[in-house]
């Protein structure tokens, strides 16, 4: 049974999720950012970690990867042209998506006060409007899932970045990814994950 440690409110819930889709037993072991539980998994006290067997990882879209690759599912196969295109998304989402939203997270509550620059939040929600624009122009071409008819790595990865920009209060998503998100956490998978 793997071990993941972390919260559900974090990156940790892409972890969970994808181990929900994938069928596979876990724990949640509920640990905060830089506390002694997620220092003894990560000496940077950085969430998530997961716990499988010996091995402990790091990174939640390392983890997924991970898992996918290890369990077949929600991923093209490693090496094959299709699984180049599918990291090409989920770098882009992480580059375009998360990027953006864990800056707006350091500069709203993560960064000590004098180093925080809360003007920085106005671009940083522009842009990422922009990039979810994008987005919705990439699914239009795409099918019911980012990557196709399939659900894969980046439609979890994507759907996690469009609910913290919820949360965070970031502008509205355009119509067709608001549908795509609100379908995606519509499945069991993810209400299990959320249920923790």
Not at 6 to 28: C, D, N
Not at 98 to 109: P, Q, R, Y
């Amino acid at each position: 049974m793997y071990r993941v440690i972390g919260t559900v409110k974090s990156r940790a819930f892409r972890v969970l999720w994808m181990l929900e889709e994938l069928g596979q037993p876990y724990e949640l072991v509920e640990a905060f950012p830089r506390s002694d539980e997620a220092t003894k998994f990560n000496p940077l006290g950085k969430i998530p970690a997961l716990v499988d067997g010996d091995e402990v990882l790091t990174d939640s879209v390392a983890i997924m990867t991970y898992l996918a690759d290890k369990h077949g599912g929600l991923t093209a196969p490693a090496g094959t042209p299709e699984r180049a295109r599918q990291d090409a998304v989920t770098l882009w989402l992480i580059d375009e998506l998360d990027a953006l939203l864990w800056t707006n997270s350091k500069h709203a509550f993560v960064l000590p006060e004098n180093l925080r620059v809360p003007d920085i939040s106005a671009t940083l929600h522009k842009e990422f409007a922009r990039n979810a624009e994008t987005f919705a122009g990439m699914l239009d071409q795409s099918g019911a899932f980012i990557m196709g008819d399939q659900i894969t790595l980046p439609d979890l990865l994507a759907v996690h970045c469009f609910g913290w920009a919820f949360g965070a209060g970031f502008p509205p998503l355009p119509d067709g990814v608001k549908a795509y998100s609100k379908r995606l956490r519509a499945r069991p998978a993810f209400r299990a994950a959320a249920d923790h």
